[in-house]
């Protein structure tokens, strides 16, 4: 009996170190591929971090692996939701994917994390979110149907103005943070509060209070993750993606979009109600085909023709698009975010693929063995230098404009504006004219209120959801 608990021990010990292989890569650098390499060397197992496999069909256009590529390595979270749902959430997938690796870790299998989707990972990697339901669903993309969002977009609909008031009566440290004009944020503050009966900003502290927390989210969910950055010339990248193209569409991929929309789609246009938007109906490549698959019965094979072909382009620039928002996204959050709980990352360069190997399967064997080992790497992690904190959240006030600025990078660059130095000139002169010359003294035209010490309430939000801050970040006259 004891002898068997210290083996298994024993087992955990060895599994843990690392605890999980995270393989994060835009569309088209060979993650699966890697990951399979991987997994049938190191008794690993294969978790699909990407939101639209793990619903059932458009296995091409969502990119899934082969039913020979699953055979040479367990796959986990693939094809196992109706296409018809549309309320599959963040949440759903973290819960699901959490216990597979307990269990994993019980069999003293190596959780290898393949993804994809970018707060579908950062669930797992780290304990940013909140349980209020409603956080979980604005870190993802999709909006999810139900009451909570119609109460936020309910609050939405006050403005800017009268949210923020109101948020300053229940939770004035998160209004401090926020602008007046971010009412999709106010929003959201506000109705933690009223679901919870808790200030946003107790959340958030008490997220970053548990052990390890850094200010921009909770604390890692396991220590010292093994994490690969696939990465490659973005001009390689591109040809490679189009090519990606071409041979899903020699894959059948005109067949599997024409056979989905009879069977899940073609009812809802007839009845309008067709929505790309939610689950895997938003999935790039099948709305870019819209119009051909819609094409009226009259239509002859040429148009039909030019509305496919438009359809790849389509699909093509899409690709593009979204493999540079998945790097802006591992720079963002891996690269340059500050703090402590930020993993190590090797990168692995993709570029040339006849030497894939060389460069890439052989450095990241090598890297993970030293990891096993509790040895340092040969290689050293990815880091951007120089840079600096900041805090995108810090409330500024400009008193010589009567403006008031949120974030570190927007005060800096609003002190360096044109309309700044117009206003302090104006001001200038408008003192001169009133004072005696000799007693004006170097004005101190702007104040800054340093709100470092409040957490800054960027956790738990994915790219997709922090970007939409919209423009009003920068330069709105205010008055509070
Ligand atoms: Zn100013």
């Known amino acids: 009996m004891a002898a068997s608990t210290r083996s298994m021990q024993y087992a955990l010990q060895k599994a843990m170190a690392p605890s999980l292989v995270v393989i994060l890569g835009a569309t088209g650098t060979g993650k699966s591929k890697l990951a399979i390499e991987i997994g049938k060397r190191v008794q690993g197992e294969i978790i699909s971090a990407d939101s639209m496999q ?10 899934k692996v082969t039913a020979e590529e699953c055979a040479q390595c ?73 009451g909570a969002t119609d109460r936020k977009e309910e609050l939405e609909k006050l403005g800017g103005a009268e949210l923020h008031k109101r948020l300053a009566e229940v939770d004035p440290e998160m209004a401090a943070m926020l602008h007046p004009n971010d009412t999709r944020k106010i929003a959201r503050s506000l109705q933690v509060h009223e679901e919870t009966g808790v200030p946003h900003s107790h959340w958030l502290e008490k997220q970053r209070g548990q052990e390890g927390g850094d200010g921009l989210g909770g604390p890692l969910r396991y220590p010292d993750p093994c994490i690969f950055w696939l990465h490659a010339d973005m001009d390689a990248l591109d040809k490679r993606l189009d090519a990606r193209v071409d041979e899903m569409l020699s894959l059948g991929l005109i067949e599997e979009l024409r056979d989905f929309h009879l069977r899940y789609n073609q009812q809802k246009v007839q009845d309008q109600s067709q929505d790309y938007q939610h689950g895997i109906f938003q ?64 990168g692995l360069d993709v570029t040339d693929v006849s030497r894939w190997e060389e ?26 230098e120089g840079v600096e904190q900041r805090n995108k959240r810090s409330h500024h006030t400009c008193d010589v404009c009567d403006k008031v600025i949120i974030g570190d990078l927007e005060w800096t660059a609003h002190l360096k504006s044109k309309k700044h130095h117009y206003h302090v000139r104006k001001k200038r002169k408008l003192d001169d004219a009133a004072v005696p010359p000799a007693s004006s003294v170097e004005t101190a035209p702007c104040l800054s209120q340093d709100t470092s010490s409040v957490v800054a309430p960027g956790c738990g939000e994915s790219e997709e959801s922090s970007r939409d801050s919209r423009p009003t970040d920068k330069e709105v006259p205010v008055t509070l």
């Open 54 to 63: 793990v619903y059932q069909g458009l296995d091409i256009i969502t990119n």
């Open 74 to 146: 367990r796959h986990h979270m693939i094809s196992f939701v109706d296409p018809l749902v549309s309320s599959y959430t963040v949440v759903d997938f973290r819960n699901k994917a959490l216990a597979l690796i307990e269990d994993m870790h019980s069999r003293d299998k190596l959780p290898i994390i393949v993804g994809g989707t970018n707060y579908y990972i950062e669930s797992l990697l780290w304990k940013v979110l909140v349980d209020t339901g409603q956080e979980d669903k604005e870190s993802g993309k999709e909006k999810e149907e139900g």
């Open 283 to 346: 999935s790039i490549g099948f709305k870019e085909f819209h119009d051909y698959l819609t094409a009226p019965e009259h239509t002859t094979q040429q148009e039909r023709d030019t509305l496919r072909d438009k359809g790849i382009e389509a699909l093509k620039i899409a690709t593009r698009r979204y493999a540079r928002k998945q790097n802006k996204w591992v720079r963002n959050r891996f690269l340059k975010r500050p703090g402590d709980c930020v993993p190590a990352v090797y």
């Open 359 to 384: 460069t890439v399967l052989n450095p990241a064997l090598q890297i993970l063995d030293s990891l096993r080992k509790g040895e340092q790497p040969a290689v050293e992690p990815i880091r951007v």
